[in-house]
């Protein structure tokens, strides 16, 4: 609970300590990792031949299983290492001319182990790592690829050389619930891009035959320079024999489909009578493109409408945006709503329209003829002094004005002003990337969806948008609830086919814009976004053969949400940092009625 300050009729700040910085676990020459221990010449010797042995066993294996299926021998290998001293993706790809597929760390028992799926091209690149082993093991001085002193620590570290194991292609979903009591299920199944198209082609047809084989199909395939994805539909005994092939990655359970996602085409059962709100329940400004008073999820928690000059004349909602940001503030998580069958609104709304129905995009503008500072100044001034506002949420960004450093804008110096002078909380989302790059060069999704999250935090065109970088506004990103594509077996809505979602479940969505914020000085930044929300998710899909594009709007990936009545349904699902906001926004309001009782005043903004 907040105390007084002495003498001062001000409440004290709850004090936020800065956690330091965590590095990552790939640096270079990073003594804080624990050294191994010198071997002695007997152990060295031993050491050096069960790892040159693990070589030549883990080609025979790979060999073995492939020339059984009729196909080429691999050239993967996974090299585990008990520390990580040296810069090892550059040993690989500059000393060995091998390329690192994917890393690991994980724990074997109080041992941490750093796993690094390896890929040696040619017989010259694994000569060269044997080479390697054997001038360790009779500790010789000459130079082969490796410095004497590189070499020492490279296998000091370096525990086995082996194959793909069966368990290391088993999924989380998999591993944690096994597999389905049922004759036949769906997993998803990742494999390795052979590089060549025809290849490709030919790597499908083998899995096709050997799907009818064992009385299963290949039902779905999403296929890129680099990804070749499938979904397998057949019974446990093709999924283990998928998890004994070495050109398998990844076999893994589809995502489940949220209860609430499948009653999205079901009956809503909506409360009967509408709950009527009480005069000091909690209150926000939603400054948007109007709402649908009469929704009824939305009756009698609108208080007031006001259309600030749109140039529409009417304060109704005529996009279906507003309405969908309302109903989230109104309610809160509607996932939880959906699911649980209880719709008990809690914060009242009022509505400013600022936005306007754009026929052509469909999507929602500032009127051409009004400044966006003027407009929301307008709207803010009138809420605060007709109804006591204090709280407003903003799902509004411009997204062609991308922070790249430097002045900040006019917009978000606007909020600033209207922040401090007004004593008020604006929750403002981050804004959204239209078009972020699909990665390339990956080969599972799980590395696509890793790409994806570095993109986000490297990439200087996924910086937030004006007025996002305001200093006194919360600033709200988005992370996805969803990365599930349908239902395969039950009836209950749409599928979405040759596609994967773009960022797993609670992960920051491939659209979220981050910052950091503005850079005041040389090394003084704000972060932003403070806060994250559930906001949807996008899929990568492919279609005919086609390149990859991203679907922007598929229901399941979406944020649960009101919509504007269609076929005589009330509830969608929307992808965008303007769904995760309201989540803010209510939560906000709520603080604040909480604050007010404890405190015994109104609690300012801070």
Known sequence: MPTLKPGSGQYLHIEFVRDVRRQPDRRRANHKFPRPKPPTPEDLHQHAQDVSQGITEAVQQISQVRQGCGIEPSKLFVLEFNSVNLDLREIFEQRFKAWVVSEYKDKVGNQERYRFLVQFPTETSRQHLREEIRLYRTEANNIEVLPLKKRQEFCDALQAVRSVSRDERIGVRLREEGFPDVESFYVDVDLWHPGDPSDARQVLNDIRSMCAKYGGALTEEVRTSSLLLIKVYGSRQLAEVLLELDWVARVDLPPKLSQAYSQIFGEITLPDPVPIPLDDDPLVCVVDSGVISGHPLLANWVIEERDFDTGENTTTDLNGHGTSVAGLVVHGDITKCIESHQWQPRVRICSAKVLCHNRISKEVDIPANRRAELIIEDAIRYFVHERQCSIFNLSI??????????????????????????????????????????????????????????????????????????????????????????????????????????????????????????????????????????????????????????????????????????????????????????????????????????????????
């Open 397 to 606: 960004a411009s997204r062609d004005e991308v922070y790249h450093r430097g002045g900040q804008f006019q917009w978000a110096e606007k909020l600033d002003e209207l922040a401090r002078e007004l004593d008020i909380v604006i929750v403002q989302a981050t804004g959204n990337r239209p078009d972020p790059p699909i990665p390339e060069a990956v080969y599972t999704r799980e590395e696509a969806q890793k790409a994806i999250r570095e993109n986000l935090l490297n990439d200087e065109n996924q910086r937030i948008c004006n007025p996002s970088t305001a200093a006194l506004v919360l600033t709200v990103g988005a992370i996805a609830r969803s990365d599930a594509l349908g239902h395969h077996q039950q009836n209950t809505g749409p599928r979405l086919k040759d596609a994967f979602a773009g960022v797993p479940a609670n992960a920051p969505a491939p659209f979220t814009r981050t910052g950091p914020g503005l850079v005041y000085g040389v090394t003084n930044f704000a972060v932003k976004p403070e806060i994250v929300a559930y906001g949807g998710n996008w899929a990568i899909q492919t279609m005919a053969g086609g390149s990859p594009r991203w679907n922007r709007s598929f229901i399941f990936l979406g944020e649960p949400t009101l919509q504007r009545e269609s076929n005589g349904r009330f509830i969608t699902a929307r992808n965008g940092t303007s769904f995760a906001c309201p989540h803010v926004a209510h939560a906000a309001a709520i603080a604040a009625v909480s604050l007010k009782a404890t405190l015994g005043q109104r609690p300012s903004a801070n």
